[in-house]
């Protein structure tokens, strides 16, 4: 029996719109922050937009805001056509578009302020993290309610990426985001050094494979058939692509960490994994490229499946790049240069990026019921926003050799040929310059398309409940051969499946863990290690809370350039009391694990007051702030107790004369800075940080 029933395009359109404008404020912070690079001055003067407050913005803008509602705007989209059915409920549907957006918009406020959990693609304070995992169950309840009442027994191809993707971002947002709240602003992450690291790149690294990668994978063999009235290439290299990337994927994520401190074991299996993802990742790139067969000439002309051929292709690079630099020969150079940032932004950039435009152009006329506006605006956004990745892609990977290069390079005498960091920065600033006019072209290319979008629905009327029809129970065929009728009985069975593939992800991610955690030889201890004084505690918060993370790692690596440049290399038992970590993934400033006993207090305050007067070309801002801002000591107390809590062995009752002690300390500071005629007072915040940088590295002593 046929039924009547109407698509939610209402839904589609709201989170359409939100990407655009979500993607051009992502956009423009990352072209501040770029220009910031250039010329500190452009953080207008205000502690609320330096690059070290804003840089997580703008990362947490596009991946959660941009990436997020283009994801969102195409499961709504498709997961309706392709069940045949209406969303579950038009409440929950609203819950999560305004739910979502208001997230959005309280990180949007806070990570300027400073509330900041530090852990990257991850900042946000733990109340926005409820509030996430709240939201993100009702994404399911409505993706799943849907699957269970829908029409056609066969769940498509696109529809398993979507169910991976929902118990993945799950389980991976709730492992990362175990804290101990002090305040509504402050939380401590319950792992310490090591194991924190761990957990924040199995994160990270599946962060970018679930959220940027797979949704997008599963859009992709909706979209782009639809646009080129062709089939999917493959469907059994659709579940060979599908089964092995979920699978491969979540394993990867110690290839952040070659070379650190975390165990040898640990970084192999990351390497070995990494490797082995290329197979399923060019799997999808192949399927969806050939799936375009024999619509050559459409591509020629139309370009919306331009930008689909160019976003898989960049797919194609990013993911063949990823592996290179998972080598520990390759790595030993690129990590912590522009190099990874190049490569984060190949697919950013073009792979999520291209594709969202690209369903933006073929989604909008068609639920507004009309033509796209124009077709060479269209085309000129392509080429300028092609035209925008090199010019942003291609400086940074020279720029990555550059400082990779440079930092390694030792004279005939064997002594290093660029001992003063600032050397290797003052090289790459023109590559940083090509980079901002790359993002602005880029940045010009949405924009233009904005104007053709809202051209467009003007033109045209929104079909908000598209009418349809759809027989009751539709049975389908079942194709020949064993695995694919094990496979197509599997696609019948929805819960059975999301299950499985939990499975799968849990796999990996339990092997690399779970010895980290309950195998002490894996963290040794180090006796003279001591926990953070009160003051360098509240130090180590002001130093997160300015985002110093952005661009100074922790973390020497035991390679003889570094041992040279900044002392011996970084210990596993060093960071047992690290909540978090603070290791880093980028050098825009020399790593700070041997701060401690450097230079001078005074130089230190000078450093922060005027970087130029220290350091002659600095492109870090001042930071004059901190020199008139009290140190808010109201929530020592707490602090000392939360850490306590997490295993940091504060004696019983010490939270009682900590700030005591703390006063002490900052008065012993304050009397040295005034034998160098800097007079502060002992209660501002440069006292604590200058107390923090001092303490760095300091607990180990080698000959």
């Not at 045949?84 to 609203?94: C, E, G, I, N, T």
């Not at 970084?267 to 399927?287: D, E």
């Not at 790692?553 to 390679?559: A, D, G, L, V």
């Amino acid at each position: 029996m046929t039924e009547k029933f109407h698509y939610d395009n209402k839904i589609v359109r709201n989170f359409a719109i939100a990407t655009i404008v979500w993607g051009i404020v992502g956009m423009t912070v990352g072209l501040l922050i770029a220009m910031q690079l250039i010329k500190p001055a452009l953080n207008l003067g205000s502690q609320y937009t330096t690059f070290g407050r804003i840089r997580p913005l703008h990362t947490n803008a596009v991946i959660f805001a941009f990436v997020g509602n283009a994801i969102f705007m195409g499961v709504y989209y498709s997961l309706q056509r392709l069940l045949k059915a209406r969303m579950f409920s038009d409440v929950l549907s609203k819950i999560h578009f305004w739910g979502w957006q208001l997230i959005i918009v309280a990180t949007a406020i806070t990570l300027p302020l400073g509330f900041t959990t530090s852990h990257e693609y991850a900042e946000m304070e733990w109340p926005i993290d409820i509030a996430i995992t709240v939201i993100w169950v009702a994404f399911g309840v409505n993706m799943f309610g849907t699957i269970i009442k829908r029409r056609e027994k066969h769940m498509y191809v696109a529809i398993w990426f979507y169910i991976a993707t929902f118990v993945t971002v799950a389980v991976l947002h709730i492992v990362n985001s175990i804290q101990l709240p002090i305040s509504a602003f402050k939380s401590y992450y319950l792992y310490a050094g090591v194991q924190d690291a761990l957990v924040q790149w199995w994160y990270g690294h599946n962060a970018v494979a679930f959220f940027l990668t797979t949704p997008y994978l599963g859009m992709m063999y909706y979209f782009l058939p639809k646009m080129a009235n062709r089939p999917v290439y493959s469907y059994k290299l659709s579940i060979l692509h599908f089964w092995s990337l979920i699978f491969i994927y979540i394993w990867a994520g110690p290839h952040h960490l070659l070379y650190t401190s975390l165990p040898g074991w640990a970084q192999s299996l990351g390497v070995a994994f990494s490797i082995m993802l290329i197979a399923p990742s060019w799997g999808g790139m192949i399927n969806g490229l050939l799936t375009l067969r024999g619509a050559w000439d459409k591509v020629r002309d139309d370009p919306k499946l331009k930008f689909m051929v160019v976003g898989l292709t960049a797919y194609g690079m990013a993911t063949f790049e990823g592996p290179l630099l998972a080598l520990k020969q390759i790595n030993a150079i690129a990590h912590y240069t522009d190099w990874i940032v190049a490569h984060v932004h190949v697919g950013a950039l073009g792979w999520n990026g291209f594709l969202t435009f690209g369903i933006l152009y073929w989604l909008i006329p068609r639920i507004y019921n009309t033509e796209l506006y124009s077709k060479k605006l269209a085309s000129f956004h392509f080429w300028i926003g092609t035209l925008g990745i090199i010019f942003y892609a291609v400086p940074l990977y020279f720029a990555g050799f550059t400082q990779g290069l440079m930092w390694k390079e030792f004279t005939p005498e064997g002594v290093l040929k660029y001992p003063n960091f600032l050397e290797t920065v003052l090289q790459i600033i023109p590559m940083y310059m090509l980079r901002a006019i790359g993002g602005a072209m880029y940045l010009t290319g949405v924009i233009v398309m904005t104007y053709n979008l809202i051209k467009t629905m003007k033109a045209g009327q929104l079909v908000a409940d598209e009418p349809a029809e759809a027989q009751a129970l539709q049975e389908d065929y079942v194709p020949q051969g064993a695995e694919k009728k094990f496979h197509r009985m599997l696609e019948r069975k929805p819960m059975v499946f999301m299950i499985l593939s939990l499975v799968v992800i849990l796999i990996g991610g339990m092997i690399e863990m779970m010895p980290t955690f309950t195998v002490k030889s894996n963290i040794p201890t180090i006796s003279s290690v001591k926990p953070y004084s009160p003051l360098e505690l509240q130090g180590r918060d002001v130093y997160i809370r300015e985002g110093c993370v952005s661009c100074h790692s922790q973390m020497i690596r035991p390679f003889r350039s570094e041992t040279e440049r900044y002392g011996e290399y970084s210990k596993a038992g060093e960071f047992v009391y690290d909540h978090p970590f603070l290791w880093g993934s980028k050098r825009t400033g020399p790593d700070l694990q041997r701060e401690g006993g450097k230079y001078g207090n005074a130089w230190h305050y000078n450093h922060m007051l005027d970087p130029e007067t220290m350091s002659p070309g600095s492109i870090m801002p001042p930071y004059e702030w901190l020199i008139t801002q009290k140190l808010d000591t109201t929530t020592t107390r707490s602090k000392i107790n939360a850490m306590r809590t997490l295993g940091v062995p504060y004696a019983l009752g010490y939270e009682n004369k900590a700030n005591a002690d703390l006063d002490e300390q900052a008065r012993i500071i304050a009397a040295d800075l005034k034998q160098n005629n800097i007079k502060v007072k002992s209660d501002k915040e440069i006292i604590a940080l200058i107390a923090y940088l001092q303490r760095l590295g300091t607990d180990i002593k080698v000959k």
